[in-house]
């Protein structure tokens, strides 16, 4: 559950990447759903609503880009050992890297509408850490699941554990989740998740992607809980431990 003491530096987390192609382009658009046109004057054109599509159908039958971040708890501190394990500050290289992570993500545009994290000290504070550095975090739906923080214990169980409480706390129009928690399962649920052996150090984020007409959906395919396709993106920065 990354509870043993471990070195860190204070370089930039790493974000592992996991793109996954679909057989067929995205059918989505930033416009998909409808544009206003207007007059150079500001106002509004005599035929006001263009709805723009490439597409046949409605938008409830269209597959839509579906992200979910993994991101494991920022560095803890040791120095208190009277305290339960669950009731463990950040340190301050925690404190850094929580900073450094948030603003990375924001450079990649991975910014969550939804976030269930752990509510472990440790987890709560990278968080609000987060939210204090990067307005989007601040405008996500957030729930502390008390079971982030023993599930992660428990071997294979975790992936699971994630897919159940992202379709029960989600809904179909949120399109990025992020999901806080602890080593060894948020390890294990990334490698699940993609078939491949992801490491996630102390506030690193495993960034993966597919499309689904619900989360329901990407739940039940084997294509992106299993199988996703394609090379680990890395950044130049080396991960702290």
Not at 62 to 86: C, M, T, Y
């Amino acid at each position: 559950m990354g509870m043993g003491p471990t070195a860190m530096g204070s370089k930039i987390p790493n974000v592992l990447m996991h793109n996954w192609s679909p057989p067929c382009p995205s059918i989505i658009k930033k416009n998909y759903y409808s544009s206003v046109k207007r007059e150079h004057s500001g106002r509004l054109a005599s035929q006001s609503l263009v709805i723009e599509t490439n597409v046949t159908g409605t938008a409830e039958d269209q597959s839509v880009a579906r992200r979910l971040i993994l991101l494991r708890h920022a560095k803890s501190s040791w120095e208190f050992p009277s305290l339960r394990d669950h009731d463990r500050p950040l340190s301050k290289a925690g404190q850094d890297d929580a900073i450094k992570v948030s603003q990375r993500l924001q450079q990649l545009g991975w910014i969550p509408q939804l976030i269930l994290s752990s509510d472990a000290v440790r987890t709560r504070q990278t968080l609000e850490i987060m939210q204090q550095h990067v307005q989007g975090f601040l405008e996500a739906e957030v729930h502390f699941i008390s079971s982030f923080y023993s599930v992660a214990a428990m071997d294979g169980q975790t992936a699971e554990h994630l897919q159940k409480a992202i379709c029960k706390y989600s809904r179909d129009e949120i399109l990025t989740v992020m999901c806080m928690g602890h080593n060894r399962g948020w390890e294990e649920a990334a490698s699940m998740f993609t078939g491949a052996f992801i490491e996630l150090k102390t506030c690193n984020a495993a960034l993966l992607e597919t499309t689904g007409k619900s989360w329901e959906e990407t739940r039940n395919s084997v294509t992106w809980w299993k199988q996703i396709l394609g090379k680990i993106w890395q950044n130049n920065c080396k991960s702290s431990s």
